[in-house]
């Protein structure tokens, strides 16, 4: 960001403003800068724009200047919006307060505001409307990822991608290809390294800044057409709106043949998930996702956020508990880690209600369980598709454990008992064996039993590099067999509470048929099954609903099928 000086120009129109501190308001739009020598830009959300008034901004990423602010150190806003670099005028906090986890400050509305133009720089900047198309190529990819080119410069773009793909750039080397496809087809390859990124919980997308690498001449004669032709396409339309009539000139021959095209979707676009319930998990996954990305690139997890999304998930359970349990085997569009956090946040929260746990507990649990495994998208490829591991692998493998407990080290809303609990006590056994710490009998806090027996029985449902998913008997038959490493009251009580064919278990009848279990009786028998024709996982296109007089005719299932991952395992 630039420093102080007479390059700036000051703007005191209203609407200008406002527009401005919009695009500020944006996911990683604005960054605070304390008004003293060798001040760096910090994080901060511009949370609301009050129009003459104030500027509400959560400061929860810099809990540690609060104090300073409240004495009333001045700062400025910095930002970029429309190729320019944006700041406020030296501000000062009037007022903060918690909500909802969420440290938040009040500041007069700026009486004008200070902008630069960035021509060396200069980004062009594309409507949705313009549908111009990034593919993303690595080899760890199975397929390109496309996502939505946003702004475009000599020197990089901004892509924007569906939110649940970000493990999909996590695993993806230092540079990878990037290929830009414009509506007429033209087109061109070029090597990009990620630089920066924001996600935007509410519209599910992730904002992917990309730096150009190894370009050679022909390369840069093209971007700067690229740039020119989408900068004058921009002013086309703009002209055509503020003069309220269709544009009377022909537009820019790179974005001809989308004029002629119906409405693009949107990198945004929702996928189709087995049930209602499913869809709106999805949201809860892509969120997940977004966690993953952010512990590859070395970050900790947003505490305003990991609340809100807890608080989301365990009013989803609460809601209607059957119809999550179900959804949860609706999921293998995503990343097996996402899943594997997600099932076992779900069925430790939805045990410890049963257990009479208070709101907060069930809460951190869930909350902790949700992010306990995402640490082993840090390992190596050749650890984590291991058939059998040596001594030093198994030592490596400890270290996911860890850089968990880093990444939350932001949430001070958080109870650090559970949190340590839960992530640290999951690989724990009774009887020493387990890691990172080799904890065992009375040193293993009640709630890492808990964890471990919920944790391992989705895990072992899973397909894993050494072996395939096991059945859910097979599973019970193993934890009761080693009451040396499972606390056998917890294990009893799991298979009580979740019953021999849990929600989402896949059974066959006597007669052959193949049916998911949607609910059970007070008996922990199936009430309710939907048949299927295959056992692969459910989706929208699945046989009758099959419950009362005729489940009875039925009969009792007799076996549970363990369903094959459709993504890459744990």
Same mark, same amino acid.
């Given at each position: ?6 390059? +700036? ?82 501000? *000062?906090?009037?007022?903060? +307060? ?10 007069? +509305? ?22 111009? =198309? ?120 790179? &974005?001809? *043949? ?35 990305? *952010? ?14 999304? *807890?608080?989301?998930? @365990? ?10 349990? &179900? ?48 640490? =082993? $998208? ?35 809303? @958080? ?27 009375? =040193? ?64 066959? +009848?006597?007669?052959?048929? @193949? ?18 024709? $295959? ?17 009875? @005719? ?17």
């Amino acid at each position: 960001m630039a420093e102080a000086g007479g390059d +700036y120009k000051p703007v005191s129109n209203a609407r200008e403003m406002q527009e401005l501190l919009e695009v500020l308001s944006e996911p990683g739009g604005a960054s605070l800068m304390l008004d003293r020598p060798g001040s760096e830009p910090l994080p901060v959300l511009l949370m609301d724009v009050r129009a003459d008034e104030s500027l509400v901004l959560d400061i929860s990423a810099i809990r540690e200047v609060a104090g300073e602010l409240k004495r009333g150190l001045g700062f400025r806003l910095l930002g970029q919006a429309r190729a320019k670099l944006v700041r406020t005028p030296v501000l *000062a906090v009037t007022q903060t +307060y918690e909500v909802e986890g969420r440290l938040l400050c009040e500041v007069p +509305y700026p009486e004008h505001l200070e902008v630069l133009q960035r021509r060396d720089n200069f980004r062009a900047e594309l409507s949705a409307s313009m549908d111009a =198309k990034v593919m993303l190529h690595h080899e760890k990819a199975p397929k390109p990822l496309q996502g939505a080119l946003k702004n475009l410069s000599l020197e990089g773009a901004l892509v924007v991608l569906p939110l649940g793909k970000g493990s999909l750039l996590a695993s993806a080397p230092s540079t990878i290809e990037l290929k830009l496809v414009f509506p007429n087809n033209s087109q061109l390859v070029v090597s990009g390294a990620l630089r920066h990124d924001a996600s935007d919980m509410e519209r599910q997308v992730l904002f992917a800044g990309f730096e150009f690498v190894a370009r050679n001449a022909e390369q840069e004669r093209q971007l700067w057409f690229f740039v020119r032709e989408i900068e004058r396409e921009t002013a086309r339309r703009a002209r055509a709106v503020q003069d309220g009539r269709h544009p009377d000139k022909a537009p820019s021959p790179l &974005f001809q *043949a989308a004029e002629r095209r119906p409405a693009p979707t949107t990198a945004s676009q929702e996928v189709e998930y087995a049930t209602p319930m499913a869809q709106r998990l999805a949201r809860l996954a892509a969120y997940l996702d977004n966690q993953l990305f *952010a512990i590859k690139q070395g970050r900790r997890i947003d505490s305003v956020q990991l609340s809100r999304h *807890a608080d989301r998930l @365990l009013a989803l359970l609460d809601e209607d508990r059957e119809a999550m349990l &179900f959804a949860l085997v609706c999921m293998q569009r995503d990343s097996a880690l996402v899943q594997h956090g997600l099932a076992v946040a779900v069925r430790l929260a939805d045990i410890a209600g049963q257990q009479a746990m208070p709101h907060e507990i069930r809460k951190a649990l869930l909350a902790s369980a949700m992010v306990h495994d995402l640490g =082993k $998208s840090l390992l190596p490829d050749a650890l984590r598709e291991a058939t059998s591991l040596d001594a030093d692998q198994y030592r490596e493998l400890h270290v996911h454990v860890g850089r968990v407990m880093e990444a939350l080290a932001g949430c001070t809303w @958080l109870s650090r008992a559970v949190m340590q609990a839960v992530v640290t006590g999951a690989n724990e056994r009774l009887d020493g064996s387990g890691y990172p710490r080799g904890l065992q009998g009375d =040193k293993l806090h009640e709630l890492s039993r808990l964890m471990a027996v919920v944790d391992v029985i989705d895990a072992m449902g899973r397909d894993r590099a050494d072996r395939e998913a096991w059945s859910i008997d097979a599973i019970y038959k193993h934890l009761l067999g080693h009451p040396h490493q499972f606390d056998q009251r917890w294990v009893k009580r799991y298979i009580r509470h979740f019953g021999i064919a849990p929600v989402g278990s896949l059974v066959r +009848y006597a007669g052959g048929e @193949l049916a998911w279990v949607l609910s059970l009786d007070e008996r922990g028998q199936p009430a309710r099954v939907q048949l299927t024709d $295959s056992p692969t996982a459910p989706t929208r296109k699945m046989g009758a609903v099959i419950e009362k007089r005729a489940l009875t @005719l039925l009969g009792r299932p007799v076996e549970t099928l363990a369903v094959p991952s459709a993504s890459i395992p744990l």
